[in-house]
Nanobody, 118 residues
């Protein structure tokens, strides 16, 4: 089992920055891809960003490309999401996820709320 706990959410104004953290415990994260997803009220959960186990490859949704940066520190079992130039449409609950050894996301955190006011 992998337990994930997100932190760093909050209420900010448009144009501000936030850094989300996802601390993992349990089984090692070092061989797993990690991702961030978000869900806005009344909408489906959507992919935001992902990073492979070595940090060599990162992936972003078009809506956040150039503004968000995903990173990880395997020694600390922590994944980060640096969010710059935030927009009101970034308002959502943000979830951290880890893949199972088969490659699909199977572990999820409880989420952290990000609210961006205009």
């Amino acid at each position: 089992q992998v337990q994930l706990v997100e932190s760093g959410g909050g209420l900010v104004q448009a144009g501000d920055s936030l850094r989300l953290s996802c601390a993992a415990s349990g089984r090692t994260l070092s061989s797993r891809a990690m991702g961030w997803f978000r869900q806005a009220p009344g909408k489906d959960r959507e992919f935001v960003a992902a990073i492979n186990w070595s940090s060599e490859n990162t992936y972003y949704a078009d809506s956040v490309k150039g503004r968000f940066t995903i990173s990880r520190d395997n020694a600390k079992s922590t994944v980060y999401l640096q969010m710059n130039s935030l927009k009101p449409e970034d308002t959502a609950v943000y979830y951290c996820a880890a893949t199972r050894l088969g490659g699909q996301y199977g572990y999820w955190g409880q989420g952290t709320q990000v609210t961006v006011s205009s």
